[in-house]
C-alpha cells in the first residue's frame, strides 16, 4: 500500500497521558526523559524522501524512529515495542499518544526499517542526535576518540559447502512454486523434487558415508545445473532470472561445482575441490541461500563466524566533573558496519572521513594494531588528527635476528635517492614501484658490493649474496619509523591504555542492545539495526548523565557499575 508522510514531528503529550505518566513515574523514566529533552531529534522532515507525497498517510517516521529507538534501548522484539506503545504509559507519554490509543501492528515497524534500509536512511536518527550533541557541547571536534571492531552473526543458518548447495535448490524450488507454479511443473518433475527437497536441507539427515555424500553433492549440483539452464533458456520469461533465490542459486552453482567433459565426452559435473578446481576468495564466496551479504570470517584460531563485523567510535575525553555538575559522558560519534572479511584497516579512512564531515574528528584517535597503515597515520595526521595505535614492528629476519642489520640500520639520503649500509657502502638502484596498489621503493644493492662485505651474514641471506630494501615514500616511511620508536616508550604505554574502555562499551553495546547477532537480514538492515543501536546506547548514556545516575543501575555486581561508569 502506498503511504504518504504529512511533517509534523512528535505530536503534543496529552494532558491526561501527562497527568497519569508523572503519577505513575514520579522521578520520570528513560521514555519520559527522551521525549522531553529531545524530541526535536525525532521529526518527519528527514525522512520526507522515504515517503510519498500521495497516498493514505501513514504513521508518523518521527515517531516510528523514537520507537525503535526505545525498542534497542530495552531490547525488545517488535511485538514486544507495539504492546509497549499499547500498555506502558511512559511510553505514551513519550509518543504524545491517548491512553485511549490503540497502538498499531507490529509488522509497522518492520515496514518502516524496510523503507529506510531501501533508501539509504539507516543512520538518520543516528547523525540527528550527534548534531544534537554537538550543539549541546557534549561532543566536540578535537578531542579524544576510541574505536574497536566486534564479530555479528548472521541471522541465518550456518551451512557447510554440501548444505549449502542443497539448501541453494531448495530456495529457488520454494520461489519458484509461489511466483511460476505453471512454469516451475513444466521443467521438473515436481513430485521428485518435493520429496527430495521439501524438508530443509540438514546435515544431520545426511548420509555418513563420503561416497554417498560425494554422490549427493553431485546429484544437488545436477539439479542446480538444470534450474538454472531452464531459467536461462531463451523462450524462458525474463523475470524468473530476476527473482533473488534463482540469481544466488547461479552464483553458488558456479562457486561450488565444476562442470567438464570426461573421455568419454559426457558432462560431468563434480564439487570442487580448493586445490584442484579452485574455490573464490571468502570476500566474494556466498554463504547462505537466504543472506547475500554474510560472509564466512576468521579471527586468530578460536574465533571463525559467518556475518558481519561493526565498529563503534566514542569520545574519551574524562575531564573531571565540577562541584554539581557530573562530566560529559562518552558518547558514540560513528558506526560502521561491513561484511565479515572487511579488515579493520579498510575502515579506518571512512570512519575518519564521517567523522570530519560531522565536525566531530579527533585531535588524538586511539585504535588497536589492525587499524593502521604508514599512509592512514600520514593522511589523518594532515587533517589534524593523531592515530594513537601500535604499528606492525619490522618482522624481517634482519629485524628479528639480534646482530642482523634492519631497515633502521641503514642512512636514507631522500635527495641524492640513495641508501647508505652500515658498511658505508652506497645503494647501486632506486626504482620507485606499486606494490598492492601503494607506492613503494624497492633498493638494491650491487653484488660487487655486498659479495665481499664482512658484515654480509649480518645482512642479508639472499642466495644472489646481495641486499635489498622496500621503503615506502618519505613521509610514510618517517611517520612509521616516529611511530615504532615511540611505542617503545613508557609514555606512549602510559597513554595507549586509554583504549581499553572502548571494550566496556562493547560490551555494554552487546548486554543492552544485542548487538553482536543480527536481527535483520541484508547489510542495509544490519547497518540500521547498528546505528538504531549505537543510538540507543547514546540516549541510556545522556540519561545517566541527564540524572546523574550509574548507566547500568539495574546490574547488582558492583564490579559491572564500575565497569560501565568508567566507560561513561
Known amino acids: ?139 566536540t571536534a578535537g578531542g579524544r576518540q ?8 548472521s541471522a ?3 551451512l557447510n559447502r554440501l548444505e549449502l548447495a542443497g539448501e541453494s535448490v531448495r530456495a529457488a524450488l520454494e520461489a519458484l512454486a509461489v511466483a511460476a507454479p505453471a512454469w516451475l511443473a513444466g521443467q521438473v518433475d515436481v513430485a521428485e523434487f518435493a520429496h527430495r527437497y521439501g524438508p530443509r536441507v540438514d546435515g544431520w539427515r545426511m548420509p555418513s558415508s563420503q561416497t554417498k555424500r560425494d554422490r549427493l553433492a553431485q546429484v544437488f549440483g545436477q539439479d542446480a545445473l538444470a534450474l538454472c539452464r531452464a531459467a536461462w533458456a531463451f523462450d524462458a520469461p525474463g523475470w524468473i532470472r530476476e527473482i533473488e533465490s534463482v540469481r544466488l542459486l547461479r552464483q553458488i552453482l558456479v562457486q561450488t561445482f565444476y ?35 554474510a560472509r564466512w570470517a576468521a579471527k586468530g584460531e578460536d ?16 575531564p573531571e566533573a565540577e562541584a554539581g555538575v557530573p562530566a560529559a559522558p562518552n558518547l558514540i560519534t560513528d558506526v560502521f558496519t561491513t561484511d565479515a572479511t572487511v579488515p579493520d584497516v579498510k575502515a579506518t579512512a571512512p570512519i575518519q572521513r564521517r567523522l570530519a564531515e560531522h565536525g566531530v574528528a579527533p585531535g588524538e584517535h586511539y585504535l588497536d594494531s589492525g587499524y593502521p ?38 642512512a636514507i639520503d631522500w635527495k641524492a635517492r640513495q641508501v647508505r649500509c652500515p658498511a658505508g657502502k652506497s645503494s647501486a638502484h632506486w626504482n620507485p614501484v606499486k ?34 630494501l622496500t621503503l615506502r615514500p618519505r613521509e610514510p616511511h618517517e611517520a612509521l619509523v616516529r611511530a615504532r620508536a615511540e611505542q ?32 535483520y537480514r541484508g547489510l542495509p538492515k544490519v547497518r540500521l539495526q547498528h546505528a538504531f543501536s549505537a543510538t540507543a546506547l547514546n540516549v541510556i548514556r545522556l540519561d545517566a548523565y541527564w540524572t546523574g545516575h550509574d548507566q547500568h543501575h539495574t546490574r547488582s555486581s558492583r564490579l559491572d557499575h564500575l565497569a560501565y561508569r568508567l566507560t561513561a
Not at 570442487?272 to 564466496?285: F, K, N, S, T
Not at 619490522?394 to 633502521?408: E, L, M, R, V, Y
Open 488 to 519: 617503545k616508550t613508557e609514555s606512549w604505554k602510559a597513554k595507549y591504555a586509554l583504549r581499553a574502555g572502548v571494550e566496556g562499551t562493547i560490551n555494554q553495546a552487546l548486554d543492552i542492545t544485542g548487538m553482536r547477532r543480527a536481527r
Open 156 to 158: 541465518v543458518r550456518d
Open 435 to 468: 606494490q598492492h596498489g601503494a607506492d613503494a621503493i624497492v633498493i638494491t644493492f650491487s653484488v660487487r658490493t655486498c659479495r665481499p662485505c664482512p658484515f654480509r651474514e649480518q645482512c642479508t641471506s639472499s642466495a644472489l649474496g646481495r641486499r635489498m
Open 259 to 293: 562442470l567438464h567433459t570426461d573421455t568419454r565426452g559426457r558432462e560431468v559435473i563434480k564439487k570442487r575441490d580448493a586445490d584442484d578446481e579452485g574455490v573464490p576468495p571468502g570476500q566474494l564466496r556466498l554463504a547462505s541461500a537466504y543472506e547475500p551479504d
Open 146 to 153: 576510541r574505536t574497536d571492531s566486534t564479530h555479528v552473526i
Open 373 to 410: 597503515s604508514a599512509d592512514l597515520i600520514t593522511a589523518a595526521l594532515k587533517q589534524g588528527t593523531r592515530m594513537v595505535t601500535p604499528v606492525l614492528l619490522d618482522h624481517s629476519a634482519q629485524a628479528k635476528a639480534a646482530t642482523g642489520f634492519d631497515k633502521n640500520a641503514f
Open 1 to 139: 500500500m502506498r503511504l504518504s508522510m504529512r511533517p509534523k514531528g512528535l505530536p503534543e503529550v496529552p494532558a491526561q497521558t501527562a497527568a497519569v505518566a508523572r503519577a505513575a513515574f514520579p522521578r520520570g523514566s528513560l521514555a519520559m526523559r527522551v521525549r522531553d529533552r529531545l524530541a526535536e531529534v525525532f521529526a518527519d522532515e528527514p525522512f520526507a524522501d522515504a515517503f510519498g507525497a500521495r497516498g493514505a498517510p501513514g504513521l508518523s517516521p518521527g515517531v516510528l524512529s523514537l520507537v525503535t529507538v526505545l525498542q534497542f534501548a530495552e531490547d525488545l522484539t517488535d511485538r514486544q515495542a507495539a504492546a509497549m506503545a499499547v500498555r506502558a504509559s511512559d511510553w505514551k507519554y513519550a509518543l504524545g499518544a491517548e491512553l485511549t490509543d490503540t497502538g498499531f501492528d507490529a509488522s509497522v515497524l518492520s515496514r518502516f526499517r524496510t523503507r529506510l534500509a531501501g533508501h539509504g536512511m539507516e543512520r538518520v536518527v543516528f547523525d540527528r542526535l550527534l548534531e544534537h550533541c554537538k550543539d549541546e557541547g557534549l561532543v
Open 303 to 318: 574465533l571463525f563466524w559467518m556475518g558481519y563485523k561493526v565498529h563503534l567510535t566514542e569520545t574519551c575525553d574524562t
